[in-house]
């Protein structure tokens, strides 16, 4: 049971794996942020950088993930079959975005 102060969260994460068991692709969750405590303009800036990495997050996990499905028997780092290792910030999203639509 998870007791919260008002704010819901849920968390869903899957794995793909094929007749023999080697794992494929493993989805990952991402948390929404929740909203700023205060009105203040840094506190808002935050929540806005906040709120543009968790896009940003979410767009690498589907482009990986569906990486990952397309190269199923070919042989590519674990980290883009499980998802660890993701990018901690806005730069490094980007980037690995970038990396995963230039693979073909």
Known sequence: MIISKGL???KLEAEHRDAEGNLIARS???Q???PPQCARFRCVWKFFLQ???CGLL???HRKRFLYAEKKRYK?????YRT???SPENIRQTIWGIIKFSLRR
């Not at 042989?75 to 980290?79: D, K, V």
């Open 75 to 79: 042989i590519i780092p674990m980290e």
């Open 28 to 30: 990952v969750s991402i």
């Open 32 to 34: 929404a942020q929740s």
């Open 51 to 53: 709120v543009i990495l």
């Open 83 to 85: 998802g660890e290792n």
């Open 58 to 60: 979410s767009t690498y």
């Open 8 to 10: 819901f969260t849920a």
